[in-house]
């Protein structure tokens, strides 16, 4: 055996454990962590307490959209990443203007509720049309992009069964949210959507990590882009040095071969006494 077939399956094991770490990594940043899941969940929070406490629709829901500026100042000031805040921020100034003008506190949850079943749609129909909506945000995030659904089956059908458990998990929440906007009550309501908050996201989450670590690594489509610029550009610097040295076209061919020539007849001369 030689040195390199006994490093090998190391190697490869180093490859697959930096490919595991930043599938998790990209996991988590593509859905927020727990930074995220704080963002979303804690405006809704403060929102039914003070409702709950004061019955108030303007105080609660103006607490719950300064707390949400709040927190996306303060992932400003971190320099942090702001989509999730910035989609915080957007979801609870939705629903505060809509409570206030409407005068239902429940309608405080509804652009979220409605966020929520429409994604779990997307999910479900990326599944179906066989272009898993989980594959599409994290490919790109490895550097695989597209790459699983031609040249890497095993990670096809785990981006497919990560999509289709967030479709289904979203529609079961969704199923229990709508009800409760038509014949609860804005307490009932926000309750069980905060509880519903966090719990939901981690079964996610969790299963999508599961999918993806029994699935093979994903194919680095950019490292295979470069290596391909890289041998063109020595092809293209080599491909002139070899054609001056062999092609009998290029100036100064000629002239050399005659000066070499003379040279070979002048040394068989022979000496002059």
């Known amino acids: 055996m030689t040195p390199d077939d006994k490093t090998t399956p190391t190697g490869h094991r180093a490859a697959a454990a930096d490919s595991r770490a930043a599938a998790d990594t990209a996991l988590l940043e ?5 930074r995220g899941m704080v963002d979303t969940t804690v405006p809704g929070l403060v929102f039914v307490l003070l409702y709950t406490i004061k019955r108030d629709i ?6 719950a959209l300064g707390l949400t500026v709040l927190l996306a100042l303060a992932r400003l000031v971190r320099k942090e990443t702001l989509k999730h805040a910035f989609s915080g921020v957007f979801g609870v100034a939705f629903g505060a203007v809509f409570a206030m003008m409407s005068g239902d506190a429940k309608n405080f949850y509804l652009p979220g509720m409605l966020y929520t079943l429409g ?3 997307a999910y479900v129909l990326s599944a179906l049309f066989r272009y898993p909506l989980i594959g599409v945000l994290l490919g790109p995030m490895l550097k695989e992009n597209l790459s699983w659904r031609t040249r890497n089956p095993g990670r096809f059908r785990a981006y497919t069964r990560a999509t289709w458990a967030w479709g289904l998990i979203l529609l079961a929440k ?9 014949w609860g009550d804005a307490t009932q309501l926000g309750w069980v959507k905060v509880a519903l908050g966090i719990p939901p996201f981690l079964l996610c989450v969790y299963l999508t990590w599961i999918f993806l670590a029994k699935a093979p690594p994903p194919i680095d489509v950019i490292a295979e882009m470069e290596a391909e610029e ?5 092809r293209e610097r080599g491909t002139p040095d070899a054609g001056q040295a062999t092609d009998p076209l290029l100036p100064g061919w ?6 070499e020539a003379g040279t070979e007849s002048a040394d068989r ?4 006494h």
């Not at 593509?30 to 727990?34: H, P, Q």
């Not at 969704?174 to 409760?180: E, Y």
């Not at 000629?254 to 000066?259: F, G, K, N, Q």
């Open 230 to 234: 890289k041998a063109e550009r020595e």
């Open 119 to 121: 994604l779990a749609v």
């Open 30 to 34: 593509a859905f927020g962590g727990v």
């Open 58 to 63: 303007h105080l609660a829901a103006i607490a």
């Open 174 to 182: 969704s199923a229990v949210l709508f009800p409760l906007y038509w």
């Open 269 to 272: 001369q022979p000496p002059r």
């Open 254 to 259: 000629t002239d050399r071969v005659v000066s």
